[in-house]
């Protein structure tokens, strides 16, 4: 356990040092052949790491399932069964599949393209942000919190770099490209929808309030027989009894309270350090505020509702960005160094007990495909 521990660690200092050399050296470099190949230097070690592991994550042995059974079907029969639904699989990582099983890959090649096409993604977008905040301390958060669960959750996590990378064509105002990286996002797994309540929060928030309120209130009285539909036949009322009813204990099984001690850390010095104001940062930083506390709202609703935590990873990448922005905004240089190490405690010790200790998507210890068949 202790040995894929350093391993782990080890590729994600890599990545971070690599991240880094390519800012510093190659970003700019009118080479665009060498630009890239240098930006791809920066994914091999996770996706490497990713591609020669042998039974690693809950979900290896069903991906294994889905690519031997992409095998046995051409695209317009995939088609057929998906939209019958007697084939779960979304039609992009379906592609993916049958493109490696074409050239004869293999399904350690379909592992590696996953956690390649995973990070091109969020670092492609997070980028976007190296004038705002420290993009190598926001890749360490990633790698995380986040990283391990894409061992696991796979086409999910896929999605959520995709919608996360859509998010900087929102900032720029570009609304139909977004909309068309949200509907990429769901061609890996469906939940990337929430992309579209995402843009709406985004819209809200950016005073655009009255025309959304407009757009809701039409939506809302041509769609009331149905809304009332759903509402009976969703549960929510059980859900309600369970909620009230529901025996409230801490436990670091996101039972009751526990949720807290996870993110009362994370939200304490935010609460005391944030001064606020108007530039651009400080919109960043409260718009990626307002998703975190979606995070927790999602984390509670988990509670009566196992599917919807499926949707908490859509927000808990935005503290790749909150945090971060958090940091940049503080005037002393010394209380930056204070807090970089608070929250980089804070982080190390949340990887450590929700995936060494507790070896939750169960990506411990690391079995490599070199020994393990």
Request: net charge positive.
């Amino acid at each position: 356990m202790i040995g894929s521990a350093i391993l782990y660690l080890s590729c994600f200092a890599s990545t971070i040092g690599l991240f880094r050399l390519y800012d510093n050296r190659w970003r700019n470099d009118k080479n665009k052949i060498k630009r890239y190949f240098c930006f791809v230097l920066i994914l091999l070690p996770c996706s490497i790491l990713s591609g020669l592991r042998f039974e690693v994550g809950v979900d290896y042995v069903n991906y294994r399932t889905f690519y031997q059974y992409a095998a046995s079907l051409d695209f317009f029969s995939y088609l057929r069964a998906y939209s019958e639904g007697r084939y779960e699989l979304e039609p992009l990582y379906q592609i993916l599949n049958h493109i490696c099983f074409i050239f004869k890959a293999g399904y350690q090649w379909v592992l590696f393209f996953s956690t390649f096409i995973t990070l091109f993604f969020f670092f492609k977008a997070i980028l976007k942000y190296r004038q705002k905040l420290n993009i190598f301390f926001a890749s360490f958060i990633y790698l995380m919190m986040l990283f391990q669960p894409s061992l696991n959750i796979v086409r999910q996590e896929m999605a959520v770099t995709i919608v996360f990378y859509a998010f900087t064509k929102l900032l720029d105002k570009k609304y139909i490209y977004y909309i068309c990286w949200v509907i990429i996002g769901m061609g890996f797994h469906t939940s990337a929808i929430i992309g579209i309540p995402i843009m709406i929060l985004y819209m809200i928030y950016y005073s655009k309030a009255k025309d959304i309120y407009k757009l809701l209130l039409i939506a809302l009285v041509l769609g009331f027989p149905l809304y009332v539909n759903l509402i009976l036949e969703s549960g929510i009322f059980d859900f309600l009894i369970t909620f009230f009813n529901y025996e409230y204990t801490m436990s670091t099984q996101n039972q009751g309270f526990g949720y807290l001690v996870f993110f009362l850390p994370l939200l304490i010095p935010i609460f005391l350090l944030y001064k606020g104001g108007k530039d651009d940062k400080r919109v960043l930083f409260e718009l990626t505020f307002l998703f975190v506390i979606s995070e927790m709202i999602f984390r509670v609703l988990t509670y009566s509702y196992v599917w919807i935590g499926r949707l908490e990873d859509y927000f808990t990448i935005y503290q790749c960005i909150l945090v971060p922005i958090m940091i940049s905004l503080l005037k002393r240089r010394s209380n930056k160094w204070i807090i970089y190490f608070y929250y980089s405690i804070y982080y190390f010790s949340m990887y450590i007990y929700t995936f060494y200790i507790v070896n939750l998507h169960d990506t411990y210890p690391y079995t490599s495909i070199l020994k393990g068949e």
